[in-house]
């Protein structure tokens, strides 16, 4: 019998992997045999990953994605070292609350920059011939911030709204060399800031809560939906964005 | 471990692999440490006589120093002796990176001493501490010898790459560090670094 | 910074008026002293000072000192 979700040996880049959605993805692709390349700037989380993940192929890389200039060399390098890439997951994301009365332009940038526009450099760096092997997918890990607006996250939903966007241009521009782009769009996952979230603004979480019929999601459901989207289950899915959401943008 | 009269012991915080080394001698009576980032330890010296004197941190990323409160509270008066720009990450989430593994920890102590290269701190009667600056995993990594021992942080773990790539991270500095610590370790050397096991500078050399 | 240009920056950064604060103000006494002006002073040690006040920690301060203090 075939598997559909077949990743052994597959070399899988993945960003934001220490803690949360990312961490998830990392243990579900270890155990269906990926290689796993992480980008985080996290190193004691990335060490700790790491001593958890099995097999001796995997390989973490230490970095600041605010640097957008020194992602194309970070790409390359990682690419000499490790060949080139099956999948990319992009689970980095600054997730700061912020009225708007305290988004300075440097803010804003710092946010876009991280969230969106590491994204964007990943995703042209990683596409280039001979960087990535046929069958690439890449995915990228939205919010329903984008499609529901909250206060004081202005930044972040605008930063998920623009990955959202460019995922529908790059998907088509891609098409001919068979990349295919998606998103996922979660809500309220059981994460560390999600547990922060419930602390400080009760009010607010259960106001949310109740818009996600199935309750409250944990990582792994994201990162099923994730590696679905990166195997060839998907293989006729691009430009799409797959809400995981428990039911939040149908209610 | 031990040489001439001093006594280390390695503890391990299982979590994020970081070493604690505890100096001390064959009673226990006194002990200094090299970083703080394991609960193992704090569990070992709970209940014991020995007196801690203080903890020279090799730098302060949050998994070399999540246990200093939890000393604080077994005692009050140890001092915690770091480089300058380390000084910082003990009371800043984001530079000591616990902020990104959205644990965040700070310092609640406030008895800091700058340490600098060149700086020795009496250990016993017989014995120094040698500071020495290792700058190129972060500006602040700093390196003591005392004794046979070497304790390097993550400026140098035999068999693994420098993590230069953060911020403050710098290649060449890295380099002429690791050139320096190289220069220091001799046969009967016991290399101690930040993270994984002791090694011997004869085991190292071949 | 002194005590009073952090005051001053308190100011400015909730729309108060000039000198309407001092370090023995009650925090509810403040116009508008909700859950926004609280986020809003969060980002403000943050952006300024380098430090992360929790939202837990704030619910706790009673005084505009308390905040000056926690400034460092």
Known sequence: MINPVEFKDKQILLTGSAVGIGRAVALLLNQMGANIVMIDIDEPGLEKLSSELKGERHKSYCYDLKNLEGIEGLVSGIVSEKGPFDGFVHCVGIRSRRPLSMLKP???ADIMGVNFGSFIE????TSKSNHFRPGYSIVGVSSVSAHAGSASVTAYAASKGAMESAVRCIAKEMANRKIRINTVIPSQINTPEYVKLRKNSPSEVEQLSERQYLGLGEPIDVANAIIFLLSDMSRFITGSSIAVDGGFLAS | MKAGNLKVKQFVNHEFTSNTFLLTEERESWGWLIDIGASDCIRYLTGKKTEIKGVFLTHS???????LNSLLDLFPDFAVYVSESGKEGLYSEKINLSFYHETPFIFKGSNVIISGGKDQIEITDDLFLNVIETPGHNPGCLTYSAGKFLFTGDSYIPG??????LKGGNIQE???SLSIIRNMIKPETLICPGH?????GKELSE | MTNKEKLKLIEETLELEADSLNEETNLEDIPKYDSM???TLIVL????FGKLLSGEQIKKFVKVKDILDFMG
């Open chain 2, 196 to 200: 994984g096991r002791i090694a011997t």
């Open chain 3, 37 to 39: 002006a609280r986020l």
């Open chain 2, 160 to 165: 693994k790459e420098v993590v230069t790539k």
């Open chain 1, 122 to 125: 990943l995703v042209r760096c």
């Open chain 3, 45 to 48: 040690c943050d952006d300024e």
């Open chain 2, 174 to 176: 890295s380099k002429t």
């Open chain 2, 61 to 67: 990323h949050f998994d070399h120093i999540l246990e």
């Open chain 1, 106 to 108: 440097s803010a804003v």
